[in-house]
């Protein structure tokens, strides 16, 4: 990888955008790794949880929103509950994928994250609150290669009155989907 | 002490644990337990989905209003405090409470996409802390079983905990609330170490490889530490050590067969509110040796 | 008559059992060492208890010698011989066996360590029973001190000795006190300016009574010894009489020399050749750089008396005072004798020099800068009046690269120690920059932040959080011009990843070095230096400010890179030492000296009068006696050692044809008895 | 030859009090670790060192002798260590013609900063007497007399 900085290239901040976005500081950070030595899915990550936030400090917009760790994070918080400087890891994350999205440029590799967000809020966009089997399949539609997963579970599930076929629609389904159209 | 009257407290199940789906047997023993001795518990009127990780994750404003729209529709119901059983659903309220009161734009833009004002003194509670405040000395009081030698790990995963200092519950690194209930309950608690790790929650269908591999530690965990069950307060801890248990024995190889209850299921337990009304007969993983432990 | 001989062998806790078995040391000792009459082992010698052990023991027993056998003597030999002068025996019976700095520490093989441990013992009981008692030497104490450099270390020395009543003269090379601590912009990590808090104390020192200042002075030469140390200063031949000169400044504003770069500006600013180094300068008089100077140019060249010149007599000619003007180009080095009883060496240090980064551009590049140069540019008293400028174009960087540990922890540039002020004087840097130029850009290359000091940390981390520096972990591999920017090559590990900056301006955090001369100033005080020749303290922890010679102490950067707080700190001890020695009028002196066969009648004397001893002697302590007959006609000359001059080296006596001189404490039956009772097999 | 294997010579070592010694105390310090044939003798200065010091030791069964002090220059008392270079200069050819091999002899200026070439030097030192085998001459000219051969000769 290669850092170029000149004077032309100073001009965008990517810190300071993360900071007027979500107030999380990432000068604060001085990288001691706290946040990696305790992150659970650290190991399936391309790059550590730190160096996601030096990506921020450094104004490496391009490598921090095309990783695939943004979307393996699973949102534990045990990084930003152990923070010795109490940066907020998590909730950074949660930014970085925001802004991932909108710029396009969420990682192929973790697509089915991606996807899986989707379906779930689509879900909640229908019906107000989340239909698991329909949400399910619209997934597995999705992404056919997930298809043959829990071919045990699903039907064991059913039978133990689990999984509701009929989609439980709220009264107020269109203010939500009001909601939705407002938050976009 | 003083006699306390009934309380009036709103009821947020959440899409997990409703009836007719995957952790169903969570809101009906939450409900049962309240019934027999808690505060009387009311559903929020057309409670909408808090969005879960998949909104925090993509989109911060469509989390927060979600989660919101439930604490408006609790206001305006006049609650002073809403039960959230599910700790996805009471760690989102909470925190977007939280976001909402920091930042007077966010409010606004909420308020316009729920079309309704949020004045955000509603107290949200976690089943841990209901129980606590309300039910202690009610379990210790109608407590008709107690389990023979039933040996428990409370196991709390992420969301009860973390943030610490915007949900304010508990010691983040060596919480005791749900071992101090396990032990109303007659069961012994067992210490154990990872009692605050992550499961890899909604990853269970996306990864589910991450879900197997953080699920096997918990299990051999406990399972080294002497535990008979593992204990659980949330829906997705649930799902994975108990759904899961058959294909994470098969992955890494080991037998655990160990038994993963609510804590609500605990404590119906011991109240004797019969097995099949408080859910037990709905996990994968067989329940039986913790209800004869209750016999 | 045999001495009665206890041996305390101690267990340093474990540091010296778990590799040596101490109690079977002891049981060795008693069983195979006739004259032995008590062993024992203890857990901590050196403390309190351990010490009431010994007290009691030799009362108890009746020891007339004693080893104890534990740490190197430089450690606790004092401790351990005071206590037995509390028990009433004499301490010169008192010998130490190293057996962990020598032996457990060095060999983890605990039969091994065992074994030599013993053989150790044995060898030092065997010296105990030729030591003899000694008496401490009394010699007499001038009370004056010596303090070599005014820099704050010795400013803060000299004020502190004066202020406790005693005389000070004070040393300085330059023509101004004040060190390097005057050039500096503003400190760390409370950003108050140095000139602000430095030259009240420059005055302060000037003015006071107490105080005698020799600028643009060295030392010629010290000898003598512990209380009585004559020094010759040189006063450099300055060409400026400082008790005429006014400091009108007439002369320095008509010489026509004034493209000299300014040392204290560090070559950023020019000066005239009669100059005053900076304008607060103490004392506040010019000198002339003969160097520079066209007059003493013309004069060398033409060999003639540089007042014979007449090439330019601008400054004496404007020289207002009268009859005799303050200028005297004629003027010659002057040495002064005088006698102190103690000296502080505050001698500091230097600035990395230029050109031995070549991968930085080795002082080619007008706009990589050093730290220093970085001070005064900062410096609102300085060449830019304190706006950042680069030096090329006079133009404000927009993009700054700090490279930290340029000559510090680089051992490949012979220098593998930290310098340990960069880490905090370029986080102080990247905030006055900041400061001054809002929308600048800082970049900081580090290996380490290493901040220790109170506040250190909190500062360094403001200038990442709160004034924006952007700090990236590697080292900078090249620094090469391209157009009128400097192209940085770096690299940050922290995301493994090459970095490539275009900046305006490079600043070098140079190490910290010692002076050029260090190494022949040591060898002049007879002080020992480090393999980077920073001055030996005579130990890391205990003495931290006295040298290996007695008398001498250290304050500052000549012992070691440190900060301004921890040099005043140590010149404030140095002081107190020095303080505590002059509060007394006799010392006493260990009773190491040789003594000439002097055994009566004196015409047995086995000396030959030969005199090779006089001849090796470092101290001129051998003087001749003459040995005469009742009608006295001289019988012969033999020679005699003056104690309070020797030192105790024990040349004479290693030297002497006719084995006459024996070295108390160390005479030849004691080094015998050591040798002969190693363990050979 | 199995015995000679199993040889641990004995080294006897003539340290200065202010530089060798205290370097030999800061192996220690830096818990560096070398051969424990050494057995050292602590003087103020080498150039207080008697040769017959050193023949005492051969003498009484030493197989190998060390000499160290400050480097040229840095003595404390000085000069003292150029005096014992010269001496020992002179002292050289004499142990040779009296058939010891000076390589059993050795002269070293070790600073107290020194702490690592200490452990190297007097791991030299008993590696090269080692090698050397055991100094018999003195037993011999007990023993056996005037026939013993020069050990110089034989190296």
């Given at each position: 990888m290669k850092i170029k900085i000149t004077t032309k290239e100073l001009k965008s901040d990517f810190a300071k955008e993360v900071k007027d976005r979500s107030g999380i500081d990432v000068k604060k950070c001085y990288q001691c790794g706290k946040c990696t030595a305790g992150c659970p899915v650290a190991y399936e990550m391309d790059y550590m949880p730190n160096q996601i936030i030096r990506f921020v400090q450094l104004g490496l917009k391009r490598e921090a929103l095309t990783s695939r760790t943004i979307w393996l994070c699973a949102s534990c918080i045990t990084c930003t509950t152990r923070c010795p400087k109490e940066v907020k890891i998590a909730e950074l994350m949660d930014v970085l994928r925001e802004m991932s999205l909108e710029e396009g440029l969420a990682n192929p590799l973790e697509k089915n994250i991606t996807t899986f967000h989707q379906a779930f809020l689509n879900s909640v966009k229908k019906h107000g609150r989340i239909s698991e089997l329909w949400m399910l399949n619209e997934y597995k539609m999705k992404r056919p290669k997930t298809a043959l997963q829990d071919l045990i579970i699903g039907p064991q599930m059913l039978s133990k009155g689990k999984l509701s076929f009929l989609p439980h629609d709220i009264k107020g389904k269109d203010a939500v989907k009001r909601i939705f159209e407002k938050c976009k | 002490m003083q006699i306390k009257e009934k309380t009036r407290i709103g009821y947020y199940p959440g899409c997990a644990i409703t009836m007719g789906s995957s952790s169903e047997e969570y809101g009906t023993s939450v409900l049962r337990v309240a019934e027999a001795i808690g505060p009387e518990l009311e559903e929020i009127h057309d409670w909408n989905c808090c969005g879960a990780s998949s909104a925090h994750a993509t989109n911060h404003k469509l989390s927060t209003a979600l989660s919101i729209r439930n604490i408006s529709l609790a206001e305006q119901s006049g609650f002073k405090e809403i039960l959230a059983p599910c700790p996805m659903c009471s760690q989102r309220l909470i925190i977007s409470q939280k976001d909402v009161a920091d930042d007077e734009e966010l409010k606004k833009d909420v308020e316009d996409a729920i079309e309704m004002p949020c004045n955000g003194d509603v107290k949200i509670l976690n089943y841990l802390e209901l129980i606590k405040n309300y039910c202690m000395d009610e379990i210790a009081e109608k407590r008709k079983k107690t389990p023979k030698d039933l040996k428990i790990a409370s196991y709390y995963g992420c969301l009860l905990l973390r943030p610490p200092k915007v949900l304010q519950f508990d010691d983040p690194e060596n919480p005791t609330s749900m071992e101090e209930i396990v032990e109303a309950t007659g069961a012994i608690s067992v210490d154990w170490e990872l009692k605050t790790n992550c499961c890899g929650g909604g990853f269970t269908l996306s990864r589910t490889d991450i879900v197997l591999k953080l699920t096997n530690d918990i299990l051999e965990c406990a399972v080294d530490a002497g535990a008979d069950a593992i204990a659980v307060a949330c829906p997705m801890c649930h799902a994975n050590l108990d759904m899961r248990q058959k294909k994470i024995e098969k992955e890494?190889?080991?037998?655990?067969n160990i038994p993963i209850v609510y804590i609500s299921e605990l404590i119906g337990l011991a109240l004797d509110l019969g097995p099949i009304s408080l859910g037990l007969n709905k996990h994968f993983i067989d329940t039986e040796s913790v209800v004869n432990a209750f016999a | 008559m045999g001495k009665k001989i206890g041996v305390f062998v101690c267990h340093c806790g474990t540091n010296i059992s778990a590799t040596v078995d101490v109690e079977k040391v002891a049981e060795e000792t008693k069983k195979n060492n006739p004259g032995v009459s008590y062993t024992t082992t203890y857990k901590y010698m050196c403390s309190d208890p351990g010490q009431k052990l010994l007290r009691d023991k030799i009362k108890e027993e009746g020891l007339t010698g004693v080893v104890i056998a534990a740490c190197s003597p430089k450690m606790h030999e004092h401790t351990f011989r005071n206590a037995a002068i509390k028990s009433g025996l004499n301490p010169y019976h008192v010998e130490i066996s190293n057996i962990r700095e020598q032996c457990s520490w060095v060999h983890p093989d605990k039969p091994v360590g065992t074994e030599k441990s013993t053989d150790l013992v044995r060898m030092m009981t065997e010296k105990v029973r030729k030591d003899k008692s000694l008496k401490p030497i009394k010699v007499h104490v001038t009370k004056r001190a010596l303090i070599i450099g005014g820099g704050i270390a010795g400013i803060q020395a000299a004020l502190d000795i004066a202020d406790g009543g005693h005389e000070v003269i004070m040393v300085e090379r330059e023509a101004s006190i004040g060190g390097h601590m005057a050039q500096l912009s503003e400190t760390f990590p409370t950003l108050d300016c140095s000139q602000c808090i430095m030259t009240p104390k420059m005055v302060e020192a000037a003015q006071h009574d107490n105080i005698t200042m020799h600028t643009w002075s060295e030392i010629e030469s010290i000898t003598g010894y512990l209380g009585n140390f004559d020094v010759k200063i040189r006063k450099k031949a300055r060409s400026v009489d400082l008790d005429l000169c006014t400091g009108c400044s007439s002369c320095w504003q008509v010489c026509p020399c004034k493209k000299i770069k300014s040392e204290f500006d560090m070559g950023l600013a020019n000066r005239t050749a009669i100059y005053i180094p900076f304008p607060q300068a103490i004392p506040s008089k010019p000198v002339i750089d003969r160097e520079n100077c066209i007059l003493f140019k013309d004069a060398r060249k033409k060999n003639i008396k540089p007042n014979d010149s007449k090439v330019c007599r601008k400054c004496i000619d404007a020289c207002p005072i009268a009859p005799v003007k303050a200028i005297d180009y004629n003027q010659e080095d002057e040495i002064i004798d005088v006698k102190v009883g103690a000296i502080i060496v505050a001698t500091g240090f230097r600035e990395l020099e230029d050109g031995l980064y070549g991968e930085y551009g080795g002082g080619k590049y007008e706009d990589v800068i050093t730290g220093m140069q970085f001070e005064r540019l900062a410096s609102a008293s300085g060449p830019t009046d304190g706006k950042i400028k680069r030096p090329s174009d006079g133009k404000e960087p927009e993009i700054v690269v700090f490279i930290q540990c340029v000559g510090s922890r680089d051992p490949s540039k012979g220098c593998s120690y930290c310098s340990k002020t960069c880490c905090m004087y370029t986080a102080k840097h990247t905030m006055l920059y900041k400061h001054k130029v809002h929308h600048g850009h800082a970049f900081v290359f580090y290996i380490d932040i290493r901040c220790a000091g109170k506040g250190y940390e909190e500062f360094s981390q403001r200038a990442i959080e709160e004034e924006g520096a952007t700090y990236l972990r590697g080292r900078v591999s090249r620094v090469y011009k391209k157009g009128d920017k400097l192209i940085v090559l770096g690299a940050d590990t922290l995301t493994g990843s090459v970095v490539e900056i275009e900046a305006d301006m490079v600043v070098l955090a140079s190490a910290m070095k010692a002076q050029d001369d260090a190494e022949q100033f040591a060898q002049k005080l007879s002080i020992q230096y480090d393999k980077d020749k920073f001055f030996s303290e005579m130990h890391p922890k205990l003495k931290p400010v006295e040298s290996s010679s007695a008398g001498i102490f250290l304050a500052g950067t000549c012992q070691g890179p440190k900060d301004i707080p921890e040099t005043v700190a140590q010149a404030g001890a140095a002081a107190s030492k020095v303080l505590a020695l002059l509060s007394s009028d006799e010392l006493e002196r260990e009773p190491v000296v040789a003594r000439v066969d002097r055994q009566l009648p004196p015409v047995f004397s086995t000396c030959i009068g030969c005199f090779y001893c006089q001849k090796v002697c470092p101290y001129s302590a051998i003087e001749s006696e003459d040995i005469k007959a009742r009608d006295g006609s001289v019988i012969k000359t033999v020679a005699r050692v003056n104690e309070g001059l020797c030192q105790g080296c024990g040349l004479c006596a290693a030297t002497c044809r006719s084995k006459s001189i024996e070295l108390d404490g160390f005479n030849d039956e004691q080094i015998y008895a050591e040798i002969n009772a190693v363990e050979f097999n | 030859m199995a015995e000679e294997t199993k040889f641990e010579p004995k080294i006897v070592a003539f340290l200065c009090n202010w530089c060798t010694y205290a370097g030999a105390d800061l192996a220690g310090t830096g818990r560096n670790q070398y051969q424990a044939n050494v057995r050292v003798i602590k003087l103020p200065c080498t150039g207080g060192i008697d040769p017959l010091f050193l023949i005492k030791a051969f003498e009484r069964g030493a197989d190998g002798i060390l000499v160290s002090g400050c480097h040229p220059g840095d003595c404390h008392y000085n000069s003292g260590n150029y005096h014992a270079r010269r001496r020992w200069n002179v002292f050289r050819p004499l142990l040779e013609f009296c058939g010891i091999n000076p390589e059993r002899i050795q002269f070293s200026w070790i600073s107290a900063a020194e702490g690592g070439k200490w452990v190297e030097t007097i791991n030299g030192v008993v590696d090269t007497v080692r090698a050397l085998g055991p100094f018999e001459g003195y037993q011999k000219i007990n023993t056996i007399g005037p026939d013993a051969s020069s050990e110089s000769s034989q190296t």
């Open positions: - | 890494y190889n080991r037998k655990f | - | -």
